[in-house]
């Protein structure tokens, strides 16, 4: 049986990029028979808030979409909260040190910076790593052991990767050009690579459609599926949400998040029939309610550029304000 998720952060207010998002995982899923998994990724305790974590769950309800699995209903792979979940983060992590995978990295962002060969690595994981503290000796990770707490790394392979993803196509890339990568952070916080790849397997989930903005994030994914022995779903990453200068909408742009245009009145069929119109799924933006997208649904006909809010577009999703 097919199985999809949405695994938001409750880091701020739920966007029409984020709707965007859920509205396609869910309707791959409906349109398939499949089920559908809500996951709260609360792993960063920093960065996460409760009070932000139930407006998304009502979001997502005020837009018509539905969970088999999640937070609110439990379901046999639970808990649904990354915050829950850490004992079998850690599970996971003993088989990548038992296959001698691992090495603390006692590097900061600064030191990582000024090596003077940090090529920019992959856009998501900053400069590539150098490398340095896979070179250490027992001695001297010893002496650096005594000052400060380390981050975890793994190895990357130098061979290239390839893999199709749903919506981007064929992508070719070389986890090495992002350098060895960070799977428990020195705050002892796992890292979003690691905790996502743990849940997405034993949740059993075959199919993940998420933002573009994580596309590079998926080839680590798929080292960490081999090495802890699991299958790798299927990838799909959709068209980000940009303005008309072609910017990421961040999660603060207040004015477009669903909150907001609940409280102007907008009706959720409306953003419904904007979003599925953005990404190619209409020919023209009409009320619909999720449901009515589900017998018409091709993940073919989903768009790979970025939709662009142009003054059109706006003026489509805020049909009360001209
Ligand atoms: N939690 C991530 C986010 O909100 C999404 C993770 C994923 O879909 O893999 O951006």
Redesign the pocket.
């Known amino acids: 049986m097919p199985r999809g998720r949405f695994?938001?952060?409750p880091s701020g207010k739920m966007h029409i990029g984020n709707a965007l998002i859920a509205l396609l995982s869910w309707l791959q899923m409906r349109s398939a028979d499949g089920q559908f998994v809500l996951r709260i990724?609360d792993i960063d305790v920093n960065r996460s808030r409760e009070d932000l974590a139930e407006a998304l769950v009502n979001d997502l309800k005020w837009l018509g979409l539905d969970w088999d699995e999640g937070p609110d209903r439990g379901g046999p792979c639970g808990p649904y909260r990354q915050s829950l979940r850490q004992e079998l983060y850690e599970h996971e992590l003993q088989k990548l040190h038992e296959q001698g995978l691992l090495y603390p990295c006692y590097c900061s962002r600064a030191d990582i910076a000024a090596a003077a060969s940090a090529p920019h690595g992959l856009a998501s994981e900053g400069k590539r790593y150098p490398g340095t503290c896979r070179r250490l000796s027992p001695e001297e990770a010893q002496a650096k052991a005594v000052r400060k707490q380390p981050s975890l790394r793994i190895i990357t392979p130098e061979d290239p990767l390839l893999f199709q993803d749903g919506i981007a196509g064929v992508n070719e890339c070389r986890l090495s050009d992002g350098g060895d990568f960070v799977v428990k952070r020195a705050d002892g916080i796992i890292s979003?690579q690691l905790a996502?790849v743990v849940d997405d397997a034993l949740m059993g989930i075959t199919h993940?459609l998420?933002?573009a903005d994580?596309l590079d994030s998926t080839p680590r994914q798929l080292l960490l599926y081999q090495k802890l022995g699991y299958d790798a779903p299927s990838f799909a990453h959709a068209p980000l949400i940009v303005d008309a200068e072609g910017r990421r909408l961040a999660k603060r742009s207040r004015g477009l998040s669903l909150s907001f245009l609940r409280a102007q009145g907008i009706r959720p069929q409306h953003v419904v029939g904007w979003l599925a119109w953005s990404a190619g799924l209409l020919d023209r933006p009409e009320d619909v309610s999720p449901s009515e997208l589900v017998g018409g649904f091709d993940l073919s006909k989903v768009r790979s550029e970025p939709i662009r809010l142009t003054d059109e577009a706006f003026r489509l999703l805020f049909p009360l304000h001209p």
């Open positions: 695994a938001p952060t990724e979003y996502v993940v998420r933002g994580l």
